[in-house]
């Protein structure tokens, strides 16, 4: 059994631990109201982004831009891994690198290469001897801006011109509540084609036909416009993830705390039994010293 002087330092060192486990809640959720606001101010200019790219679409006569072609034979996949660079966050990494497994097992038999955003995902694609071509430490999870998605985004446009990457996906964490944070997979390059059939008959039965006006020509403002959306796609899915793991850790943060309290109590019942059964063993060795002298 242990002693109270091993309880009372089991004691302290829990109340410690659940100081440190407050604290980084509080701290996760100061930091999730920024990102929450961030990327509730970009979806909708992500979406309308969207909406122009295929207004414009229905109008080009000619669209033609490598960014669109398909290739004919996979040879090569990259994938953007989005992860934390630091842990107590929960299952958030772990379910983030799961989806990427999936995503490597598909693709098995081609030459998978990884930019990895965050230091979790840099070092899974170690030990499993992936190639990490680019690593971003210390963005997912800050202040950080959208020349970090610019920069990253005209990389890999350039290993796809290059023919370097035959496909570019990219894994990131879609943030839909604090509770609920879902892993994600989806393709960045090629880009799909910015309008299709139903989308012209869903836009009819609508009665909505965006008017943009033009200067030079659609054709041109969309050959603009196709690697910027690479970039917007990379830009939403890094706040998507900033979201989700600034959440993931406070509710991780927040269990580790009700535990502490959980431990705390337990250990404080196991302490006064212990000085209890100390107390009456004393008694009973007086007791019976006390009897020994009478007889």
Request: proline share 3%.
């Amino acid at each position: 059994m242990a002693t109270l002087k091993d309880l009372k330092l089991k004691i302290t060192g829990v109340k410690k631990t659940k100081q440190i486990t407050k604290a980084m809640n509080m701290v996760a959720a100061s930091r999730l109201r920024g990102s929450q606001r961030k990327i509730d101010a970009f979806r909708p200019y992500a979406e309308k982004y969207t909406e122009v790219l295929k207004s414009l679409a229905e109008k080009a006569t000619n669209i033609s831009s490598k960014l669109l072609e398909p290739r004919d034979e996979i040879k090569s996949v990259h994938i953007i891994v989005c992860t934390s660079d630091r842990g107590l966050c929960g299952a958030f990494n772990e379910s983030l690198l799961d989806k990427t497994q999936e995503l490597v097992k598909k693709n098995f038999d081609k030459n998978i290469k990884i930019t990895a955003f965050g230091k979790k995902g840099r070092d899974w694609a170690g030990k499993k001897g992936i190639e990490v071509l680019n690593s971003y430490l210390n963005v997912v999870g800050t202040n950080f801006g959208f020349e970090v998605a610019e920069r990253s985004g005209n990389d890999l446009i350039n290993l796809f011109l290059s023919g370097e990457a035959d496909e570019v996906y990219m894994v990131y964490s879609e943030f839909q509540s604090m509770s609920r944070q879902v892993p994600s997979a989806v393709k960045i390059l090629p880009i799909e084609r910015p309008v299709s059939d139903d989308d012209i008959e869903e836009a009819s039965e609508e009665g909505y036909l965006a008017e943009h006006i033009c200067e030079p020509s659609p054709e041109f403002v969309l050959q603009e416009m196709l690697p910027r959306s690479v970039q917007i796609q990379i830009f939403r899915g890094l706040l998507e993830t900033s979201a989700s793991e600034h959440a993931a850790r406070m509710v991780a943060m927040d269990n580790a705390t009700r535990a502490c309290n959980d431990m705390i109590k337990d250990l404080n019942k196991l302490y006064n039994k212990t000085r209890q059964a100390a107390v009456t063993a004393d008694l009973m060795d007086i007791v019976g010293g006390a009897e020994a002298l009478k007889g």
